[in-house]
């Protein structure tokens, strides 16, 4: 079920599976991941390899500043949001992404997502997006990625959006000149964002207060909580911190042999919904419960496994000295704690 609708005065989006909160998506009035600026250049920093911009909401953040002089114009997309205090982390790699489709300026070829393998399937596709796709885009460099939803969406639909997407493409690509830092676009709020990635088959409720009426506060409310209950009595505490978030795992009251790792396995398996619900990111470590050395591996693969259908980028750094297993996660979603004060 997808339920839309407001909390604490702001949009908000749930997925639930089989009754239980899977994904969670809350606004604010800090800038939204998406959000594309013309920026001006405003002074590197050498010892980072990047460069401060100056847009119209506040200083960004971009790396990879090869050959941009301070005081040039360009065009640059929010990737996340910033840390308390921190610049706008931003990218140079602007994206126009829809349900079905993601233009790529900049960046040519056709591709279809390798989550569609029938290959008569794919051959089809690729038909449509040579259609849509045909005259030149913005720069005469523009690529083009057929998502995974494309397997059940009709050809109409499937090029309506490309078109849709390339128009916006070109219009916003256009606009890079300017002495004045301005907002192109809005990056997607949480109800766009819920029919753009949240693509499973799924009764819709639209209805005011439906977050009330199909339990979603409630499940929210548990969420103040740094504890997550895991199989077999076993728990997990979230608990962030300034420098990152310290997840720490406990058998409960199971005393056998094998209680470590199956309490590990149930974090390892739960750890990205909850971080995804808690809307945390950047540095986080994870205390698993004793257990063999030898068993570290099929930790390491149940998490690997959990992450690849979580969407959020992150990268799996590995085991520390101390037996802490630390990773790096993308800020693309508002703490929850900002929310629920």
């Not at 604490?8 to 809350?26: H, K, M, P, S, T």
């Not at 494309?150 to 256009?174: K, P, Q, S």
Request: aromatic residues 4%.
């Amino acid at each position: 079920m997808i339920a839309l609708d407001h909390l604490g005065g702001a949009e908000a989006a749930a997925l639930l599976v089989d009754g239980r909160l899977d994904d969670l998506l809350i606004d604010s009035d800090r800038p939204r991941p998406g959000t594309i600026y013309r920026a001006i250049a405003d002074r590197p920093v050498k010892g980072q390899g990047g460069m401060f911009l100056r847009t119209p909401e506040g200083p960004a953040f971009l790396r990879q500043v090869r050959g941009i002089s301070p005081g040039q114009s360009l065009l640059v997309q929010v990737t996340g949001y910033a840390e308390p205090g921190k610049a706008l982390p931003v990218t140079g790699r602007i994206l126009f992404k829809s349900r079905h489709a993601i233009v790529t300026p900049g960046a040519p070829g056709l591709n279809v997502s390798r989550g569609i393998r029938d290959e008569a399937q794919r051959d089809t596709l690729l038909e449509i997006a040579h259609e849509a796709m045909a005259g030149d885009g913005p720069a005469g460099k523009t690529g083009l990625i057929l998502r995974s939803s494309c397997a059940e969406a009709e050809a109409e639909t499937i090029a309506e959006d490309i078109g849709a997407m390339m128009a916006l493409a070109i219009a916003v690509m256009g606009d890079a000149g300017g002495a004045v830092p301005e907002k192109l676009t809005e990056g997607d709020g949480p109800h766009a964002l819920a029919w753009r990635d949240w693509t499973v088959p799924a009764q819709v409720v639209t209805t005011t207060g439906c977050f009330a009426e199909q339990g979603v506060l409630d499940l929210i409310e548990e969420l103040r909580a740094p504890q997550a209950r895991l199989a077999g009595g076993a728990g997990m505490w979230v608990e962030p911190t300034r420098a990152l978030v310290a997840v720490d795992v406990n058998t409960g009251g199971d005393t056998s042999p094998s209680a470590g790792l199956k309490a590990n396995l149930a974090a390892a398996k739960d750890l990205p919904r909850q971080l995804r619900l808690r809307g945390l990111g950047g540095q986080v470590t994870v205390d698993f419960a004793p257990m063999p050395k030898k068993e570290r591996p099929g930790v390491e693969a149940a998490l690997r496994a959990a992450l690849r259908t979580d969407g959020v980028e992150t990268t799996l750094v590995g085991w520390t000295p101390l037996g802490h297993y630390e990773l790096q996660r993308k800020r693309d979603r508002v703490d929850l704690r900002e929310v629920l004060r």
